[in-house]
Every structure is written in C-alpha cells, then in structure tokens.
C-alpha cells in the first residue's frame, strides 16, 4: 500500500524479497495509474499501481507491506479508505510490514 512520495528503496527492496520468496505482489494506491517514488527528496522512478483501496479488501492477500519515508505514510493516514484496509488485516491477524 503506497503512494506519491513513497521512499523508492522501501518500496523496491522488500518487494524484490517478496516475489524471490514466491510471493505475488500488486501496489495497490489511493488512485489508479502511477505513483512517484522518491530518493530522499529526489523523484526517482513511477510505478504503475495495479489496484486502487477501493478495489480491495484484506481478504484478497495474506499480508500488507506499508513502505516508508515521510510523505507516503502521511498521505495515507489521512486517507480513510487506507486506514480501514489497513485496520482491516489487524482484525483478521493478517501480518502487516512497515
């Protein structure tokens, strides 16, 4: 679960692990199309999100990766829609990364 201003390496390295792990992974965001990772303060790559928060539901996966830096968090805890996904897998004791 990520969006613009998502740290490129939190996002990028713990989803490489997943998928050598076996793992099918989607980025799932707050709006369809791209979202923009950064470099500290610099724009790094855009990723294409896969599904929006309000085409899924914690049943659909076994866990939840929330990658970091400062401003994707922000956002999404803001966001009511990411905040019931993500409370969502905690009441069904599904393993939540951050």
Do not use: Q
């Not at 390295?13 to 369809?32: F, H, I, K, M, N």
Request: hydrophobic share 45%; with cysteine; charged share 35%.
């Amino acid at each position: 679960l990520a969006t613009d201003g998502v740290e490129r390496v939190e996002l990028v390295e713990p989803w490489r692990a997943l998928e050598a792990a076996g793992a099918d992974c989607d980025l799932v965001s707050l709006e369809a199309g791209e979202i923009r990772t950064f470099d500290h303060l610099d724009p790094a790559d855009a990723w294409p999100v896969d599904r929006t928060v309000d085409e899924v539901k914690a049943g659909d996966y076994d866990g939840l990766l929330i990658p970091g830096g400062v401003a994707n968090p922000d956002a999404l805890r803001m966001d009511e829609r990411a905040v019931a996904l993500a409370r969502s897998f905690l009441e069904r004791d599904k393993p939540i990364a951050a």
